[in-house]
């Protein structure tokens, strides 16, 4: 079955501006989350939902959001970027949450570069 | 708080030679740990995981084994090919907050020559 897909693959946005990526999970999964990924500091986590609800926030400021729709697709948005927020944002996508084991799954990532 | 400490790279190895990339972690409670590993330009994909003590997670002659007593999940090859060539994160996710969530260790960079 597919996998985890991500879209735009690639985006250059302007300082200012604000970005939205878009995730749709694995069929069936309803757990959703995002990362950051920097060569500075490396994968960090920004966020999960389940159910439409946010379960869990890294520490990023509130420039960053994120949303699940009824259908488990997720979307994330950047607002007033700055050029640190340079990065590849991963959306990965689990059966549940919780569990022991619960096997996280990544997509191949939106690379976003702000000029 | 949770983290995972991988050993620095890049680690340049001969085509056949033995691999180990070393993988330490501190957690509260009882953790899932897993190795991904990424392609330039890509995604993580998962390689294999172990959810609790003494459990071997093994995939495409990759292993690693569960250790509580020393914190530690050690990724090993018998013998690499310059396909093997990628960056792989050691992993650890936990229960937090009724959701999931990984901590990564900062990648190691594996090179395979000829």
């Known amino acids: 079955k597919a996998g985890v897909t991500q879209t735009p693959r690639y985006l250059i946005k302007t300082r200012g501006q604000q970005v939205t990526l878009s995730c749709s999970p694995i069929s069936g999964h309803r757990s959703v989350s995002w990362y950051q990924q920097t060569p500075g500091q490396g994968l960090q986590f920004l966020f999960e939902?389940?159910?439409?609800?946010?379960?869990n926030k890294g520490n990023f400021p509130g420039r960053f959001s994120g949303r699940q729709f009824s259908n488990s697709r997720s979307e994330m948005n950047v607002s007033t970027l700055e050029l640190g927020d340079s990065a590849l944002y991963l959306c990965a996508s689990s059966l549940a949450v919780g569990g022991s084991g619960n096997t996280i799954y990544f997509g191949e990532g939106s690379w976003l570069t702000v000029v | 708080g949770d983290s995972v400490t991988q050993m620095e790279g890049p680690v340049t190895l001969s085509e056949e030679a033995f691999l180990t990339i070393n993988c330490t972690y501190t957690a509260t409670g009882y953790p899932s740990l897993f190795w991904y590993v990424q392609y330039p330009g890509e995604g993580l994909q998962l390689l294999l995981k172990a959810t609790k003590a003494d459990d071997k997670g093994s995939n495409k002659g990759f292993e690693a084994t569960y250790r509580k007593e020393t914190t530690s999940f050690h990724l090993e090859k018998g013998s690499v090919q310059v396909s093997d060539s990628a960056v792989y994160f050691c992993a650890l996710s936990t229960v937090t907050g009724g959701g999931n969530k990984l901590t990564f260790g900062t990648g190691t960079q594996l090179k395979v020559e000829l």
């Open positions: 939902y389940f159910s439409e609800t946010q379960r």
